[in-house]
């Protein structure tokens, strides 16, 4: 159980929208090992989103507990939460979230930027990041100069960039092509072929299926837990198992 | 070591986002400025002209013979309450001069001053307003100023009361237009009527707080009594070496008080005036224009301030996303805040800056098309540019305070 990157343990983020609670997750309970990748679907308003911002420490969970790498997030601070973002967590979202006058290559770099790691060495990170995304050739560009796929592709290196141990993607072609989101999709795939631990955040069973583990939420619980395939089928039945 | 590493890295990244941004957005950096530009540019004109004057005046009044004691009946600068008192005083006169010659060790020279505004006039040409004063013939030593041409009076002038004058450059000018000051020598003039030879001409001395200092007539005061009588009030130019005049003042002190038999106990019947009074005087002047430019500038800098305040609230606004982003990917709080806080020090210190230039620049024209000095000591351009980037760091503050505590969840999901 210790040796899980991450251990979720019967997790619930509660909210209060005028005088109604919102559940949006209720006690919700896994563990993903070094190297998985799980993909995590359900429909809008089943606590994906959810999920994936307790996963990536920008939010806390309102009960139960949550560990990353061992480390019981409870009571962190917020200094201490920004750390464990930068050092563990590499985010993909569906939007890019490039910073628009920052070249490929700025954009990379930032995460090293908030550690603190010296100029000359950020800067060879940032470009074999970027090399390892097939980049190398943009690394100068602006993002309103780059295609979709090359975009998300440079997102993908500035969250490989400061080696984190989980890449955190939210529906990460959901704002592309079908051809494009598959290259984005193979990209992930070879991640996990090298080693990287992924949770994919997806509506799509589609990619669901291609994943070896996925988990189907529904109104704030676990529904399904299982090979990607079996869980993915289930969403394409039409609901619950 | 890393942590010292980290914050340089944030703060060059803080620079660079700032300098990103304003350039960015180019007219709008120009117009938020403007507030502190105007605010910066009038404190920095209003300093330089008060320096430039405080400046040209310490200049005259050294050269009106900073270590010069002038022997009167009255107070110069603080004529306080009951001048019936000062009025009805014995004057000064030969009697005081005389006491002051044959027992003072520390005077280097000691001339009596007498004036009249009287007629001057050669021929057709005529002068109505001249200043004639009745001098020693160590009055140029005593009181500062120096001759241009020909000599001054000498003491045999004074002793045997000839009809000697050395004429200011505005008289000269007057009465001999085109020549030279050499040609004026030895010419005649009439003063109130009485014939006088001209034996020099004055060095020109320009103007002393709005006052033409060139437009008089310098005879001996003996010749000065006989033609306008000895009820004029007089005083006493004495001079002392330099760094002892406070020795002269007790030493005149005890001389003129035996001299006028001023009993011990009662209080001096005569006032030791010295130029730098005048300086103190003007000084509180123009402490109270510092004040009003400070007022001023402060105001506007408030105004600017507030300038700053809300197109940083609108930089906070429209850079939500990239604030969630830069917060999911390590920004703590500290970095936001600082980010925010170098652009609107940047924007003011831009500000601050150019209104400096500016009101140099104004200065330098009013120094330059009216009687007015201008200087600028550096403190007056490090104070504009210290005050504008406190301004900004002021007025950022809230702005960057509400950037860095910015729920990043919401601040990624902002439309």
Same mark, same amino acid.
């Given at each position: 159980m210790t040796d899980a990157l991450l251990a979720l343990d019967g997790i619930a983020r509660h909210y209060q929208v005028g005088s109604e609670p919102v559940?949006?997750?209720?006690?919700v309970s896994f563990e993903v090992g070094r190297g998985d990748w799980v993909a995590v679907v359900g429909q809008s308003g089943s606590g994906k989103s959810t999920l994936m911002n307790i996963l990536g420490c920008l939010d806390t969970p309102t009960g139960g507990t949550y560990r990353i790498n061992g480390q019981?997030?409870?009571?962190?601070?917020d200094d201490a939460l920004a750390d464990l973002r930068n050092r563990e967590i590499g985010f993909v979202f569906q939007t890019f979230q490039?910073?628009?006058?920052?070249?490929a290559l700025a954009n990379v770099e930032l995460p090293l930027v908030y550690r603190g790691v010296p100029r000359r060495e950020r800067r060879r990170r940032a470009e074999e990041a970027l090399g390892s995304v097939g980049l190398s050739e943009r690394m100068h560009h602006r993002p309103n100069e780059l295609s979709g796929g090359q975009r998300q592709r440079v997102a993908v290196a500035r969250a490989l960039v400061g080696d984190p141990s989980l890449l955190l993607a939210d529906e990460?072609?959901?704002?592309?092509d079908s051809a494009t989101g598959e290259e984005i999709f193979r990209l992930f795939a070879a991640l996990h072929g090298r080693g990287h631990t992924i949770v994919l955040v997806t509506h799509e069973p589609r990619l669901a299926a291609r994943c070896p583990r996925a988990i189907r939420l529904m109104d704030g619980r676990i529904v399904a837990d299982g090979p990607g395939r079996d869980v993915a089928r289930i969403g394409a039945d039409g609901g619950a198992a | 070591m890393t942590r010292i590493a980290r914050a340089l890295a944030e703060l060059v990244e803080g620079l660079r986002i700032a300098l990103g941004a304003l350039s960015g957005h180019r007219l709008r950096t120009a117009l938020t400025t403007l507030g502190i530009v105007i605010g910066v540019t009038t404190v920095i004109a209003i300093v330089a002209i008060i320096q430039g004057l405080n400046r040209s005046f310490e200049s005259q009044i050294q050269r009106f013979g900073a270590h010069t004691l002038y022997v009167s009946r009255y107070n110069w600068v603080s004529v306080s309450g009951d001048w019936w008192k000062y009025r009805n005083r014995k004057p000064i006169g030969e009697t005081e001069l005389k006491a002051i010659l044959r027992e003072?060790?520390? #005077?280097?020279a000691a001339s009596p001053v007498v004036s009249v505004t009287a007629a001057v006039s050669r021929g057709e040409r005529s002068s109505s307003r001249v200043q004639v004063t009745g001098v020693g013939s160590d009055y140029l030593v005593a009181n500062g100023g120096s001759v241009d041409a020909g000599r001054f009076l000498l003491a045999s002038d004074v002793d045997l009361t000839r009809d000697s004058a050395v004429v200011g450059t505005d008289v000269a000018d007057r009465l001999?237009?085109? #020549?030279?000051p050499e040609a004026v020598v030895g010419q005649k003039v009439l003063v109130a009527g009485h014939p006088f030879h001209v034996v020099g001409v004055m060095e020109r001395r320009g103007r002393f707080l709005g006052q033409a200092m060139d437009n008089n007539v310098f005879v001996p005061f003996t010749t000065f009594g006989s033609l306008f009588g000895n009820k004029r009030p007089m005083f006493l130019a004495v001079a002392a070496p330099p760094g002892r005049v406070p020795d002269l003042d007790s030493e005149l002190t005890g001389i003129l008080r035996r001299a006028r038999r001023v009993p011990p106990g009662r209080a001096d019947d005569f006032v030791l005036n010295r130029q730098d009074q005048f300086l103190k005087v003007y000084q509180g002047l123009t402490g109270a224009l510092y004040g009003v430019a400070v007022g001023v500038g402060l105001i506007t800098l408030v105004v600017g301030g507030i300038g700053i305040m809300n197109i940083m609230l609108v930089s906070v606004h429209e850079r939500t996303r990239e604030i969630g982003v830069r917060r999911a990917l390590g920004a703590r709080r500290r970095t936001i805040l600082l980010q925010f806080l170098v652009e609107s020090a940047v924007v003011a210190a831009l500000g601050g800056a150019l209104g400096t230039a500016i009101g140099l620049a104004i200065a330098q024209v009013i120094a330059l098309t009216t009687p007015l000095a201008a200087a600028v000591e550096p403190s007056a351009v490090a104070l504009g540019l210290g005050f504008s980037a406190m301004t900004g760091l002021l007025f950022g503050s809230w702005p960057a305070w509400r950037a860095a505590h910015l729920d990043p969840v919401e601040a990624l999901r902002y439309e």
């Open positions: 559940r949006a997750l209720d006690g019981d997030v409870q009571g962190l601070s490039l910073l628009a006058r920052s070249t990460p072609t959901g704002n592309l | 003072s060790t520390i #005077a280097v001999f237009p085109g #020549a030279s």
